[in-house]
Every structure is written in C-alpha cells, then in structure tokens.
T-cell receptor, first 114, second 113 residues
C-alpha cells in the first residue's frame, strides 16, 4: 500500500529534550515536506526537500532541523523543544504536487511540549 | 491579513443537501487550486485539483475557480454522512522550486442523517 508513515503518533516531552519525528514514504517520491497544523492558523510549511541532500526552509523553520540522506526518509528534528512547538505535525510527499498529483500525507504526530 | 481566508464553520446540513464551501485569496500569483478532505485524526487527502480558472466535476463534487474575483468554491451534491470532515482549500504559485501549498484554515462540515 502506498503510504507515508510517521512515528510516533503521539508524543509528550519536556522542554529542551531533543526529539526526532520520523517520516518514511514508499512511493519513490522526490518531494517531501513537513507541515504543522494549529487551530486558526491552518497548515504551515516548516521545511521541504526536493530530492536527496536538497532541503530548504518553509514559512516556520525556527527551532526545527531536517535531513534527507535517503529518498524515502525525511526526519524532523527538534533540538531543544519549547512549548510553542506543541502542535500537530504532518509529513507529506509527492511527485510534482502542483501538477495535480497532490500530496500524500501521513497520519500526523501530535506533539505536546511541557 | 492571511493569504487564504476560509470560513471555519462549523457547518451542519441535512443529508442530501447541496453544500457550498468557499475560500478567498489575496495572492494573484496562485495558479493551482486544490481541495483536501481531512477526517478526524487523519492526514488531509486530495479531493479536487484545478489549474487556473474554470470548473471541474468529479462525481458529486464540483470545484470552481474565479481568478478575477480571487475566489474558489467546492460544491458537494447529494451530501452523505460520510462527507462529514474538515475541508481545506490549498493553493500554489507557478514558480519552479518549492512546491509549497498555502492552505486555508479549514471548514468543519457535518452531514446530519
């Protein structure tokens, strides 16, 4: 089954404790991206990657890091999480999402930072 | 002002009714327009895609784009309880590079049996 797999689904952590949210896709997509979803703000892009070893900032990159060492994996790293990073996070992948293929989203990771 | 404005609802309609969902936007560079559906505790899934102005129909769903008014719509005919979800409009510019989508905040829709 074609899918984007995120782990964990739920995570509660404390301020300052480094964490990684994993994302893996099995569709051989070139393009991957991370979004966060907050009430009243919608989905906002954190980082994106157009291919292996090619990453760049989205609209809200502060406090996050990413890497793309393999085509299928695109982990999101929070080096020192803070409460304002409490959010619902989605990883997405696509081949040319603007050309009508759209994104395939993961099921989300709900992160709480206390 | 947000680039994309969407009425958050919630919107409740009886089964079988026609539903109209709308978004307005301010960025005239947007060329690609999409509607995503998001069920509770799930990621968004692509429902409809339209390039530039015009209409597109797919079964019970019709997407309309009016670039002159910077206004897009999604119509759902013969609505079903399974259509109960949050509907997100999304848009993208035509420049090569970041395939970023700019999303509306979503409209929560409930179809009452």
């Amino acid at each position: 089954e074609a899918q984007v797999t995120q782990n964990p689904r739920y995570l509660i952590t404390v301020t300052g404790k480094k964490l990684t949210v994993t994302c893996s896709q099995n569709m051989n997509h070139e393009y991957m991206s991370w979004y966060r979803q907050d009430p009243g703000l919608g989905l906002r892009q954190i980082y994106y990657s157009m291919n292996v070893e090619v990453t760049d900032k989205g609209d809200v990159p502060e406090g996050y890091k990413v890497s793309r060492k393999e085509k299928r994996n695109f982990p999101l790293i929070l080096e020192s999480p803070s409460p304002n990073q409490t959010s619902l996070y989605f990883c997405a992948s696509s081949t040319q999402p603007r050309q009508g293929n759209g994104y395939t989203f993961g099921s989300g990771t709900r992160l709480t930072v206390v | 002002q947000k680039e994309v404005e969407q009425d958050p609802g919630p919107l409740s309609v009886p089964e079988g009714a026609i539903v109209s969902l709308n978004c307005t936007y301010s960025n005239s560079a947007f060329q690609y327009f999409m509607w995503y559906r998001q069920y509770s505790r799930k990621g968004p899934e692509l429902l409809m895609y339209t390039y530039s102005s015009g209409n597109k129909e797919d079964g019970r769903f019709t997407a309309q784009v009016d670039k002159s008014s910077k206004y897009i719509s999604l119509f759902i005919r013969d609505s079903q309880p399974s259509d109960s979800a949050t509907y997100l409009c999304a848009m993208s510019e035509s420049n090569f590079g970041n395939e970023k989508l700019t999303f509306g905040t979503g409209t929560r829709l409930t179809i009452i049996p």
